[in-house]
């Protein structure tokens, strides 16, 4: 069993830095216990299971691994959990960002260096509801995924984990598996497309933000939102402001200004002072709270399945 132990450089919040990655409370590919955290991932080695374990009296964080990727995971932990970004780069001009960073001084930005893990559900999550998304994530999973490796005879949430599909496996998904998940036709074509390119959308992690925008975008039904997405987790970006979204531009502009109603030109204004840290920026207005109350009813949530 692989393990290895990670110092941070100060104040570490293992939670909220990983927290990005986890695609809703019944994630197939993470699970939370305690102060464990259990990611699976699909490595260029194969599948492997990692288990994180925050020791904050000791100051370190202890982690395990199992599986074929094992050894690929541990290697790459120190970027996961955020060593190679540097929070102190943002200057913050503005009192709600001073004040989440003040009261979050651990959140740092996760590299998984893993792009298909990332961009695969941020096509799922595509003009559709969280849950929606969440829920397409699931099923697909269960039924086309494998399970986690684990230490063998000793029960843990490993055992109701899965390992997302390899790029054959997407591929193999009928399309009534995609109906059955809620996925239409145009985002589940997006998913095939970009993995018949898996070996050159996994490029993307070794290049800069703007190269790799290029690259994701380059696949039809991959947008600006999607590659922010992506490469805010992949790369652990902190400029990958995401363009698209229909709350972020009204909670930021809500939460500098007071003004409800901002469009993403006006969001990016706001940013322009952030400019290199736009997207670290924004999770701290998230983490802070602040947003516009609500009004209207929500989004109302579909599914094509029943159709």
Known sequence: MPARTWVPPGPYDLHRTLSVLRRGPGDPACAVRGDEVWRSSRTPEGPGTLRLAARPA??????????????WLLEHLPGLLGESDDPERLTARHRVVHDARRRHPGVRLARTGLVLESLIPAILEQKVTSDEAYRAWRLLLW????????????????????????PRGWALIPSWEWHRAGVDAKRSSAILRAVRAAG??????????????????????????????????????????????????????????????????????????????????????????????????RFPVGDIARL
């Not at 100051?59 to 050894?71: I, K, L």
């Not at 986690?148 to 899965?162: D, F, L, N, V, Y």
């Not at 790799?212 to 991959?222: E, K, V, W």
């Open 200 to 297: 050159r959308m996994e490029e993307a992690a070794r290049m800069d933000l703007a190269a790799a925008t290029r690259r994701l975008t380059a696949i039809p039904g991959i947008g600006p939102w999607t590659a922010a997405e992506t490469l805010q987790r992949a790369l652990g970006a902190p400029d990958a402001i995401t363009v698209g979204d229909l709350h972020l531009p009204k909670i930021i502009g809500y939460a500098l200004t007071g003004r409800r109603g901002t469009t993403d030109e006006q969001m990016l204004e706001l940013l322009a002072p952030y400019e290199g840290q736009r997207h670290r920026a924004a999770q701290l207005i998230l983490l802070s709270g602040v947003a516009p109350p609500r009004r209207a009813p």
């Open 143 to 166: 039924r086309h995924g494998e399970p986690a490796p684990g230490p063998s005879g000793a029960p843990g949430p490993w055992e109701r984990m899965r390992v997302m599909p390899d």
């Open 58 to 71: 000791a100051g370190r964080v202890d982690a395990e691994a199992w599986g074929p990727g094992a050894d």
